[in-house]
């Protein structure tokens, strides 16, 4: 090895300096010649090596870059040869900030996949390969009983915890955990119960079929049923249904609570003669859950009012 | 004794009722694998095997709903998940096909078992220490393991039946 660079930290806070010493060793440099040993920050000298030679006859040069503010660069450490320029060793430098904390962690919990998935906000650029890990606990006041570490893929700011870690109907504890070279940084901690955060899928909605023996729709008026989504038939839910006449920009008029599932309603107080969109909605009730989203629209006309 | 109408929370029954219809579901759609894959479709055709198995069945007769004792109620719905817990644990090894359906619905009786002991706790009529299982039957074939599957969800499936009876008198208003 001819020379070789050791450097004061390999990671800096951006801006902090950065102090690096390079050693040629004898069988390097031409006997009794002092070789001027030069440094280069990518492709560009830097002035300021002190050199010196050591009792053991080998050459140091130590140079400090005071402010450096690059994220990433080489430094390398090169010797001057007849009138070419040698590198000798070469070594990475990078800088960056310690993680912020992370913030707005919130979590879903998935009725197909059974799994809780959490997100969360990084923060601030880091410019360094920063981890992000879930820390659960079965507790909410203690931190014993860890539940297995939820380790981010990099460079996203979710993680599922699968079912087999979860106990469902039991509050736990998670936090969110950033790490990185210069430091750790831990979210506050969400105190939850999974089933708590369930957020359903739509429900199915249709009109009822003309065939069926019910009796046709009054004017005004349209038939509807409609279905709670499969993965959530054990949860007792509540429901909403919004219609909207297809008339300029007309406004969205809400219809609720309504039961989770039904055969037939009949919904009427509507213009005749007019197409309708229609949408639903439904939430795990009483027990808390989140709203599902709004059902994919459904379009109906209503019949002619029969002249008097 | 407690009260039973009073001293439970109305979460706590909605919870119950909640997981014991998942539960169902869960059984349900064990038993329908069973009789599909592999024509295992009637638990009556197996009461030999059941017994020579040494299957337990566990009564809900602390639950009656005249003079309900509330501690003994739950005390019994705790003993019987746990028995469940342990037995769906038993069936490990069951065939690939199987194995999700059956770790989910042991999954979901744990965590009812622990629900009910939760809220044992909070009324302060849980026993110092935690159950311990008993010994489990042992399946040595493939076959024992199916055929213990069709057993035990269908005996707690019953369980449940009775469990779903018993929380929604507790739960009427």
Same mark, same amino acid.
């Given at each position: 090895?001819?020379?070789?660079?050791?450097?004061?930290?390999?990671?800096?806070?951006?801006?902090?300096?950065?102090?690096?010493?390079?050693?040629?060793?004898?069988?390097?440099?031409?006997?009794?010649?002092?070789?001027?040993?030069?440094?280069?920050?990518?492709?560009?000298?830097?002035?300021?090596?002190?050199?010196?030679?050591?009792?053991?006859?080998?050459?140091?040069?130590?140079?400090?870059?005071?402010?450096?503010?690059?994220?990433?660069?080489?430094?390398?450490?090169?010797?001057? +040869?007849?009138? !070419? @320029?040698?590198?000798?060793?070469?070594? %990475? *430098? /990078?800088?960056?900030?310690?993680?912020?904390?992370?913030?707005?962690?919130?979590?879903?919990?998935?009725?197909?996949?059974?799994?809780?998935?959490?997100?969360?906000?990084?923060?601030?650029?880091?410019?360094?390969?920063?981890?992000?890990?879930?820390?659960?606990?079965?507790?909410?006041?203690?931190?014993?009983?860890?539940?297995?570490?939820?380790?981010?893929?990099?460079?996203?700011?979710?993680?599922?915890?699968?079912?087999?870690?979860?106990?469902?109907?039991?509050?736990?504890?998670?936090?969110?955990?950033?790490?990185?070279?210069?430091?750790?940084?831990?979210?506050?901690?969400?105190?939850?119960?999974?089933?708590?955060?369930?957020?359903?899928?739509?429900?199915?909605?249709?009109?009822?079929?003309?065939?069926?023996?019910?009796?046709?729709?009054?004017?005004?008026?349209?038939?509807?049923?409609?279905?709670? +989504?499969?993965? !959530? @038939?054990?949860?007792?839910?509540?429901? %909403? *249904? /919004?219609?909207?006449?297809?008339?300029?920009?007309?406004?969205?008029?809400?219809?609720?609570?309504?039961?989770?599932?039904?055969?037939?309603?009949?919904?009427?107080?509507?213009?005749?003669?007019?197409?309708?969109?229609?949408?639903?909605?439904?939430?795990?009730?009483?027990?808390?859950?989140?709203?599902?989203?709004?059902?994919?629209?459904?379009?109906?006309?209503?019949?002619?009012?029969?002249?008097? | 004794?407690?009260?039973?109408?009073?001293?439970?929370?109305?979460?706590?029954?909605?919870?119950?009722?909640?997981?014991?219809?998942?539960?169902?579901?869960?059984?349900?759609?064990?038993?329908?694998?069973?009789?599909?894959t592999y024509?295992?479709?009637?638990?009556?055709?197996?009461?030999?095997?059941?017994?020579?198995?040494?299957?337990?069945?566990?009564?809900?007769?602390?639950?009656?709903?005249?003079?309900?004792?509330?501690?003994?109620?739950?005390?019994?719905?705790?003993?019987?998940?746990?028995?469940?817990?342990?037995?769906?644990?038993?069936?490990?090894g069951v065939s690939p096909e199987l194995a999700?359906?059956?770790?989910?619905?042991?999954?979901?009786?744990?965590?009812?078992?622990?629900?009910?002991?939760?809220?044992?706790?909070?009324?302060?009529?849980?026993?110092?220490?935690?159950?311990?299982?008993?010994?489990?039957?042992?399946?040595?074939?493939a076959?024992?393991r199916r055929?213990?599957?069709?057993?035990?969800?269908?005996?707690?499936?019953?369980?449940?039946?009775?469990?779903?009876?018993?929380?929604?008198?507790?739960?009427?208003?």
């Amino acid at each position: 090895e001819c020379g070789h660079i050791s450097l004061s930290a390999p990671i800096v806070r951006l801006g902090d300096s950065i102090t690096a010493s390079c050693v040629i060793n004898q069988n390097c440099s031409r006997p009794g010649l002092d070789s001027q040993i030069l440094w280069k920050l990518g492709a560009e000298l830097q002035p300021g090596g002190r050199q010196q030679r050591l009792p053991d006859g080998t050459q140091e040069s130590t140079i400090t870059l005071p402010h450096f503010n690059h994220t990433q660069a080489f430094l390398s450490c090169c010797l001057t +040869w007849g009138n !070419s @320029l040698q590198i000798l060793d070469q070594a %990475e *430098l /990078r800088a960056g900030y310690p993680p912020a904390v992370p913030h707005n962690l919130s979590c879903l919990m998935n009725l197909t996949t059974y799994s809780l998935t959490c997100q969360w906000e990084p923060g601030p650029e880091t410019h360094l390969p920063t981890s992000f890990t879930l820390k659960s606990f079965q507790s909410c006041q203690t931190q014993k009983d860890s539940i297995s570490d939820c380790v981010a893929e990099d460079g996203q700011s979710h993680c599922s915890i699968l079912r087999k870690h979860l106990t469902l109907y039991q509050k736990m504890g998670i936090r969110v955990q950033a790490e990185n070279a210069l430091g750790t940084s831990v979210s506050p901690q969400l105190c939850l119960d999974p089933m708590d955060v369930v957020k359903l899928e739509p429900p199915m909605l249709w009109t009822v079929d003309p065939s069926h023996e019910a009796a046709p729709p009054q004017p005004g008026c349209l038939q509807l049923h409609w279905e709670p +989504w499969k993965p !959530s @038939l054990h949860m007792s839910q509540k429901c %909403e *249904l /919004r219609h909207q006449p297809q008339l300029g920009d007309a406004n969205w008029t809400l219809e609720g609570p309504l039961p989770a599932e039904t055969l037939q309603y009949e919904l009427c107080g509507l213009l005749p003669a007019t197409a309708y969109t229609l949408q639903m909605r439904c939430v795990r009730w009483p027990l808390p859950g989140h709203w599902s989203n709004w059902s994919p629209n459904l379009k109906l006309r209503t019949t002619e009012q029969v002249p008097i | 004794p407690l009260d039973p109408a009073s001293s439970l929370p109305q979460s706590f029954l909605l919870k119950c009722l909640e997981q014991v219809r998942k539960i169902q579901s869960d059984g349900a759609a064990l038993q329908e694998k069973l009789c599909a894959t592999y024509k295992l479709c009637h638990p009556e055709e197996l009461v030999l095997l059941g017994h020579s198995l040494g299957i337990p069945r566990t009564p809900l007769s602390g639950c009656p709903s005249q003079a309900l004792q509330l501690t003994a109620c739950l005390s019994q719905l705790h003993s019987g998940l746990f028995l469940y817990q342990g037995l769906l644990q038993a069936l490990a090894g069951v065939s690939p096909e199987l194995a999700p359906t059956v770790d989910m619905l042991q999954l979901d009786v744990a965590n009812f078992a622990t629900t009910v002991w939760q809220q044992m706790e909070d009324l302060g009529v849980a026993p110092a220490l935690q159950p311990t299982q008993g010994t489990m039957p042992t399946f040595t074939s493939a076959f024992q393991r199916r055929a213990g599957g069709v057993l035990v969800t269908s005996h707690l499936q019953s369980f449940l039946k009775l469990a779903y009876r018993v929380l929604r008198y507790l739960a009427q208003p």
